[in-house]
């Protein structure tokens, strides 16, 4: 059982910075990979970036990019979320997730296994 604790969320205004931390317990030898989603009121929780544990390797999607930036430290145990230049439609609940065996597609939110409680994150214009 993989525990995952987020934590960093706020109120930012408009061009400002946010990082997000996520801890991970209990079996973090495990992980294949840990993600970012989030999710805004109406709509799907929507991938925003993952990291391959064992690499580094990272994938962020097209409307963060140049903005958010993943990484980890393993000796922590802890993947981070910088959010620089943030806009009001980055407004979400931020989700820390994690993937075991990576067999689906890094995108899909119903191949990760392990999630947290969410941080909320709003930014103001």
């Known amino acids: 059982q993989v525990q995952l604790v987020e934590s960093g969320g706020g109120l930012v205004q408009a061009e400002g910075s946010l990082r997000l931390s996520c801890v991970a317990s209990?079996?973090?030898?495990?992980?294949?990979?840990m993600g970012w989603f989030r999710q805004a009121p109406g709509k799907e929780r929507e991938f925003v970036a993952a990291?391959?544990?064992?690499?580094?390797?990272?994938y962020v999607v097209d409307s963060v990019k140049g903005r958010f930036t993943i990484s980890r430290d393993t000796a922590k145990s802890t993947v981070y979320l910088q959010m620089n230049s943030l806009k009001p439609e980055d407004t979400a609940v931020y989700y820390c997730?994690?993937?075991?065996?990576?067999?689906?597609?890094?995108?899909?939110?119903?191949?990760?296994?392990?999630w947290g409680q969410g941080t909320q994150v709003t930014v103001s214009s």
């Open positions: 990291l391959r544990w064992s690499t580094a390797f990272t």
């Open positions: 209990g079996g973090t030898f495990r992980l294949y990979r």
């Open positions: 997730a994690a993937d075991l065996d990576g067999t689906l597609g890094v995108a899909r939110p119903d191949g990760y296994d392990y």
